[in-house]
Protein backbone atom coordinates (compact mmCIF):
# COMPACT_ATOMS: atom_id res chain seq x y z
CA UNK A 1 0.00 0.00 0.00
CA UNK A 2 1.25 3.31 -0.55
CA UNK A 3 0.36 6.31 2.00
CA UNK A 4 1.01 10.24 0.86
CA UNK A 5 -0.11 12.67 2.96
CA UNK A 6 -0.38 16.87 2.18
CA UNK A 7 -0.23 18.84 4.50
CA UNK A 8 -2.60 22.41 4.64
CA UNK A 9 -1.10 25.40 2.38
CA UNK A 10 -4.41 27.79 2.69
CA UNK A 11 -7.63 26.74 1.65
CA UNK A 12 -8.00 23.94 -0.58
CA UNK A 13 -4.05 24.00 -0.76
CA UNK A 14 -4.03 20.14 0.42
CA UNK A 15 -6.81 18.43 -1.62
CA UNK A 16 -5.12 20.33 -5.03
CA UNK A 17 -1.91 18.86 -4.26
CA UNK A 18 -3.43 15.60 -3.74
CA UNK A 19 -4.98 15.93 -7.32
CA UNK A 20 -1.86 17.07 -8.94
CA UNK A 21 -0.06 14.14 -7.33
CA UNK A 22 -2.85 11.68 -8.65
CA UNK A 23 -3.03 12.96 -12.07
CA UNK A 24 1.04 13.38 -12.48
CA UNK A 25 0.51 9.41 -11.68
CA UNK A 26 -1.93 8.47 -14.29
CA UNK A 27 -5.24 8.28 -11.49
CA UNK A 28 -8.76 9.67 -11.43
CA UNK A 29 -10.15 10.69 -8.40
CA UNK A 30 -13.95 11.39 -7.68
CA UNK A 31 -15.78 14.55 -7.12
CA UNK A 32 -15.72 15.86 -3.74
CA UNK A 33 -18.28 15.47 -1.15
CA UNK A 34 -18.35 17.01 2.41
CA UNK A 35 -17.08 14.66 4.67
CA UNK A 36 -16.67 11.67 2.74
CA UNK A 37 -13.80 9.95 0.70
CA UNK A 38 -13.31 10.38 -2.48
CA UNK A 39 -12.56 7.39 -4.84
CA UNK A 40 -9.46 7.16 -7.11
CA UNK A 41 -9.23 4.35 -9.98
CA UNK A 42 -6.33 3.89 -12.36
CA UNK A 43 -6.92 6.10 -15.89
CA UNK A 44 -8.91 8.83 -17.11
CA UNK A 45 -12.41 7.94 -15.74
CA UNK A 46 -15.04 10.26 -14.29
CA UNK A 47 -15.81 9.31 -11.33
CA UNK A 48 -18.81 10.52 -9.48
CA UNK A 49 -19.22 11.47 -5.40
CA UNK A 50 -18.57 8.83 -2.60
CA UNK A 51 -22.61 8.22 -1.90
CA UNK A 52 -23.03 7.84 -5.61
CA UNK A 53 -20.64 4.42 -6.21
CA UNK A 54 -22.35 1.23 -5.64
CA UNK A 55 -20.63 -1.22 -3.36
CA UNK A 56 -19.23 -3.11 -6.62
CA UNK A 57 -17.61 0.38 -7.89
CA UNK A 58 -16.18 0.87 -4.45
CA UNK A 59 -14.75 -2.74 -4.45
CA UNK A 60 -12.95 -2.36 -7.38
CA UNK A 61 -11.38 1.24 -6.75
CA UNK A 62 -7.55 1.40 -6.54
CA UNK A 63 -7.52 3.92 -3.44
CA UNK A 64 -9.14 6.55 -1.87
CA UNK A 65 -8.59 10.43 -0.60
CA UNK A 66 -9.67 11.50 2.73
CA UNK A 67 -9.47 14.24 5.07
CA UNK A 68 -10.71 17.50 5.27
CA UNK A 69 -10.51 19.06 1.57
CA UNK A 70 -10.65 22.32 2.56
CA UNK A 71 -8.52 22.77 5.70
CA UNK A 72 -6.14 19.41 5.10
CA UNK A 73 -4.67 17.34 5.77
CA UNK A 74 -5.75 15.47 2.74
CA UNK A 75 -4.10 11.48 2.79
CA UNK A 76 -4.46 9.69 -0.40
CA UNK A 77 -4.13 5.38 -0.33
CA UNK A 78 -3.22 3.40 -3.23
CA UNK A 79 -4.14 -0.46 -2.25
CA UNK A 80 -2.75 -1.81 -5.51
Known amino acids: MIREVFEPA ?9 EKWCADRGLSVGEPEDGRGRGI ?8 K ?12 DG ?17
Open 10 to 18: GDFGAMRSA
Open 64 to 80: RMTGDMRVGPVVVELWA
Open 41 to 48: VRGGVVLP
Open 50 to 61: WTELTQNQKDTL
